[in-house]
């Protein structure tokens, strides 16, 4: 493992462009969600397969109210 291509909770958030507390929704019920490994209390993920699942899964257009 080479901690440079890990990325934080945090981390995996801002390049998914999503909130922290979506990113553990979506790692216990995302089928197919990258999962982290853990290293003390500390989640990281591989931000390789976090882009890879970010490209499959494209970011919704959210619709502003009028």
Not at 14 to 28: A, F, H, P, Q
Request: glycine share 4%; charged share 30%; hydrophobic share 35%.
């Amino acid at each position: 493992m080479n901690i440079d291509e890990m990325a934080t909770t945090e981390q995996a958030a801002d390049l998914l462009g999503i909130k922290k507390e979506s990113v553990y929704l979506y790692v216990r019920r995302v089928k197919g969600f990258p999962q982290p490994i853990k290293v003390g209390r500390t989640l990281l993920f591989d931000r390789s397969a976090l882009t890879a699942w970010r490209r499959d899964h494209p970011a919704r257009k959210r619709q502003h109210p009028r």
